[in-house]
């Protein structure tokens, strides 16, 4: 049986379209001058820029700021522009000390507007009894040193679409230093809410940036700033802890958002001071946790398996490095030791950039830093910055990296 088709005059015009479009094509392709293609595109320069794998700064100067703290100006090596943040972001930054290579994350505390000028603020506080980075960058960093950073990272900011108008930001000791850089971005107009930090110290010699948010505060009328001594009793501070019923009473009665940055004893503690507020979980934010330093005191930690020594093989490419570990500390620590060059960022196991596969042994994670997606979890995937482990183990750390 014949299929008769009728073609409407407009259906034969597209066929005959369709028909002459390799022939179209070519006569335009060689009318166009014959010149090369650039070699970027704006569009990828701007991405470059936003997103950069790495940046190079020089230490501008470093000033006291209270009794164990230093702010370190970084500015970009090349006088350019550094890649712009939003207010609460972190950098990591390369150091290298005593044969041991580790990245260190740092949280920027300048205005926003810095970056344009090529500069960052960061803050470190001296910890005597934790590691040696803070102690190394205070004694031993000097104007005109070049070093490493990463780009802009972190979620510890104001997103419109998801926080209330108003924000409680609880702060301890260095915790203050993203919530410096809000109150910036505020009074700079780069951010627009009302902030309230209600800020934890022990004694009052102790608080950090005091003069530069007693002049933000001042100067601008959506910054407040309310000192919480918990050591000693002073007129015009707070006494005692940064609880529930303080925070009620300078949030008033106005729907808000809880930010919280500081230490791990301080976060321990505003678990159950948050879950007597009952906010939402999306009005609950906070800075990373940091690496776990007491791992035995961690839910799910096995009895006895504290303190013991252990034997890593790590992976990377093509080469194979033995080197011992301790299931008191993390992985990451233990390569950072060997001088080995494994990817790290944020260190608290929630931004993935330590990816790496657990090929044999046995390890823990604390659940308050397992930020791995459930795939991985099934298919064998660690961050080694908040994994212990528990016997002999096998890692491979995959991919290409480039050291800060």
Known sequence: MALHVKVGLIGALDMLKFKNLAKDRRAAIEKLPAKPLPKTYVTNEKAYFMHPK???????????????????????????????????????????????????????????????????????????????????????????????????????????????????????????????????????????????????????????????????????????VVHVLSDE???????????????????????????????????????????ELGLDRKHVRRELFGMIKDPWNQPGYPKGAHA??????????????????SSSEPLLTAFDRAGLHTPSRCRSGECGWCRSRLLSGEVFVPEKTDGRREADKDFGYIHPCSTFPLSDVTVEVPGQYQHL
């Open 54 to 224: 790495r940046q190079v700064v020089r230490i501008k100067a470093m000033r006291p700021n209270g009794p164990d703290g230093v702010t370190v100006t970084l500015q970009s090596a090349d006088g350019k522009a550094l890649a712009p943040f939003r207010a609460g972001q972190y950098i990591s930054l390369s150091v290298d000390a005593d044969a041991s290579s580790t990245t260190r994350s740092y949280s920027l505390c300048g205005s926003p507007a810095r970056s344009w000028e090529g500069e960052y603020d960061i803050t470190v506080k001296r910890v005597e009894d934790d590691g040696f980075v803070s102690k190394f960058i205070q004694d031993d960093w000097k104007p005109g040193l070049e070093i490493g950073i990463s780009a802009p990272q972190g979620h510890l900011y104001y997103e419109p679409l998801r926080d209330e108008k108003k924000v409680i930001a609880l702060a301890g000791g260095s915790g203050i230093t993203p919530f410096v850089g809000m109150a910036y971005a505020i009074r700079d107009g780069y951010e627009d809410f009302d902030l309230t930090i209600l800020y934890g110290s022990r004694r009052e010699q102790d608080i950090l940036y005091r003069t530069e948010l007693d002049a933000i505060a001042a100067a601008c009328p959506k910054v407040h």
């Open 233 to 275: 009793k002073r007129a015009g501070f707070e006494h005692g802890f940064l609880s529930a019923d303080l925070i009620k009473k300078y949030a008033g009665g106005e729907p808000y958002t809880v930010f919280m940055c500081g230490p791990q004893a301080m976060y321990n503690f505003l678990d159950g001071v948050v879950e």
């Open 308 to 325: 013991r020594s252990y034997i890593a093989k790590v992976i990377i490419h093509d080469r194979e490095y033995t080197i011992p570990v």
